[in-house]
């Protein structure tokens, strides 16, 4: 099975992510591409940029068209679209829409990590507080537009763990 865990940064994607892969044997986990392109070298802006998430989106495209099974991925194409479309809202983004849409296809299930209320994360731990509440805002609703198996999953870890686990089972 071939699953995506999405949502703003600091609401516990990486952290649901690892979590799985400790009870999913055989599974592997591609980390979020942000962190796979920083290794290679990539060097982003302080502030977030356009760019930036163009070049996360590529990026992040090419991991999901490998064709491997039993994969965990830590973020994908649909939440780095929310994020440049946040960052650029003039920009057209109907044909990398399209592309997500078409490579999500490959997707078993899309994990969606909310904001909770209250939120889990104190704001104090994170910055672009405002950037956050705004794509956690457009993934509510442009999840349902890739007519996909979704779950939303809310509360502490084992219970985020437990509600995948008993999804996919």
Same mark, same amino acid.
């Given at each position: 099975?071939?699953?995506?865990?999405?949502?703003?940064?600091?609401?516990?994607?990486?952290?649901?992510?690892?979590?799985?892969?400790?009870?999913?044997?055989?599974?592997?986990?591609?980390?979020?591409?942000?962190?796979?392109?920083e290794t290679l070298g990539y060097e982003?802006?302080?502030?977030?940029?356009?760019?930036?998430?163009?070049?996360?989106?590529?990026?992040?495209?090419?991991?999901?068209?490998?064709?491997?099974?039993?994969?965990?991925?830590?973020?994908?194409?649909?939440?780095?679209?929310?994020?440049?479309? !946040?960052? /650029?809202?003039? #920009? @057209?983004?109907?044909?990398? =829409?399209?592309?997500?849409?078409?490579?999500?296809? +490959?997707?078993?299930?899309?994990?969606f990590v909310p904001i909770e209320e209250?939120?889990?994360?104190?704001?104090?731990?994170?910055?672009?507080?405002?950037?956050?509440?705004? !794509?956690? /805002?457009?993934? #509510? @609703?442009?999840?349902?537009? =890739?007519?996909?198996e979704t779950i939303e999953v809310k +509360?502490?870890?084992?219970?985020?763990?437990?509600?995948?686990?008993?999804?996919?089972?």
């Open positions: 099975m071939r699953i995506a865990i999405i949502g703003a940064h600091c609401v516990g994607k990486t952290t649901l992510a690892e979590g799985l892969l400790e009870r999913l044997p055989g599974y592997t986990l591609e980390i979020e591409p942000y962190y796979q392109l982003f802006s302080e502030m977030p940029t356009a760019e930036d998430f163009i070049e996360q989106f590529n990026y992040s495209t090419k991991l999901l068209a490998k064709n491997e099974s039993n994969v965990l991925f830590d973020r994908s194409v649909i939440d780095i679209l929310a994020y440049l479309h !946040v960052i /650029d809202p003039g #920009r @057209n983004i109907q044909s990398p =829409f399209e592309t997500a849409q078409s490579i999500m296809a +490959g997707i078993d299930l899309l994990v209250p939120d889990l994360i104190p704001s104090s731990q994170t910055n672009l507080l405002r950037l956050r509440s705004k !794509v956690d /805002d457009l993934l #509510r @609703n442009w999840i349902w537009d =890739f007519g996909m +509360g502490p870890l084992s219970k985020r763990i437990d509600q995948v686990l008993t999804k996919i089972s």
